[in-house]
């Protein structure tokens, strides 16, 4: 019978992790970093700095683990971290202009060796610079080349289908629903034959707007002006069936505006949502917030493991059209400062006043 069990992973132990630090193996870089208690400094595998006792060293996984345990950076190590991370900005870049110009998505064992890395390496650093997987970021690309392609008059959907790196109709089809939320002949018509419900109502934050697809609420907008909301939503799908509530939509309506006015009652409805890959993860991440508490945006980069993807984090986060059911209103600057919100500061500012401790 075949065995199921995956190999371990390289340096796991650290037995094998001080068997690297003792060769000075520059194939350990990346994998982990070991530090010395005696100095309060860490340093990557291949350093050439002294070697300590090994009663003195302790292993991380990563410089962000050392650097949260207390331990600096040595001398050596602020000046080869520098180095390596524009070596391998560089490296990652090649990988992703290789992945966006290929016939088909590359494997990995392909992009690794392209890189002259173990698999296992590649991934890892791969996710830690774009915070997205090989696999994710290749399909993320295939989905923005299959939108442009579609939104091309003169291009049959054939054609787009194969311009997008499906090699055939089928294996385009199981996942054309997944990449675009709907059939292709719908999204190139602007979401034709999509019926989406919808209502406005009112609520202490001004007009709001929710919106429902046959999958889930997928718009929960809030502004001044109603008819502006509507507009927005008619944008998105400028072709799509839109049909107003009726009394039992007015219900759900009225279920958001409950949780909008107390969070403390909850929401627990489908959602719709349509993102890019790493989109649909800082968004998962904002769900695992709990309310009454707040979070930064580097933390939520570290949370999904891009720790490097801050920027990236906020404008997933203003990409949200989904309005307090993914809250983005409880990611505020690492000082604690409000800063931008899709939906107005001012707005942020009382739903976090509202969430406050004691106000639950």
Known sequence: M??????????????????????????????????????????????????????NVVFFNTPQEAE??????????????TAAAIETAQLVARACRHIESAQTPPSLDELAQQAGMSPFHFHRVFKAE????????????????????????????TDAIYTAGFNSNS???????????MRARQYR??????????????????????????RGICAIMLGDDPDALLRDLQDQFA????????????RLVAQVIGFVEAPSVGLNLPLDVRGTAFQERVWQALRDVPAGTT????????????????????????????????????????????????????????????????QL
Not at 193 to 209: K, P, T
Not at 239 to 250: I, K, Q, S, T, Y
Not at 311 to 338: E, L, M, T, Y
């Open 2 to 55: 075949t065995s199921t069990r995956k190999p371990p992973a390289p340096f796991a132990s650290d037995q094998a992790r001080w068997q690297a630090v003792q060769s000075r193996d520059r194939q350990a870089d990346g994998h982990f970093v070991y530090a010395v208690r005696t100095t309060g400094v860490y340093c990557r595998p291949s350093s050439s700095a002294r070697l300590p006792q090994r009663k």
């Open 68 to 81: 949260a345990a207390g331990y600096r950076p040595s001398r050596r190590a602020r000046a080869d971290r």
């Open 130 to 157: 774009t915070g997205l997987t090989p696999k994710a970021y290749a399909s993320a690309w295939r989905a923005r080349k299959l939108r442009d392609e579609l939104g091309s008059p003169l291009a049959s959907i």
């Open 171 to 181: 294996r385009f089809y199981e996942a054309s629903q997944q990449l675009l939320g």
């Open 189 to 214: 018509a602007g979401g034709q034959g999509v019926v989406i419900r919808f209502a406005i109502g009112q609520c202490s934050l001004g007009a709001i707007l929710v919106a429902q697809s046959h």
């Open 239 to 250: 072709r799509a069936h839109l049909v107003g509530g009726d009394a039992d939509f007015e």
């Open 295 to 358: 979070v930064s945006y580097s933390q939520i980069a570290e949370r999904i493991g891009a720790p490097t993807a801050v920027r990236a984090v906020a404008q997933a986060c203003g990409a949200n059209r989904i309005a307090v059911a993914i809250p983005c209103h409880r990611v505020v600057r690492r000082d604690g400062d409000i800063s931008g919100y899709r939906w107005g500061v001012e707005r942020k500012r009382q739903l976090l006043e509202r969430e406050a401790p004691g």
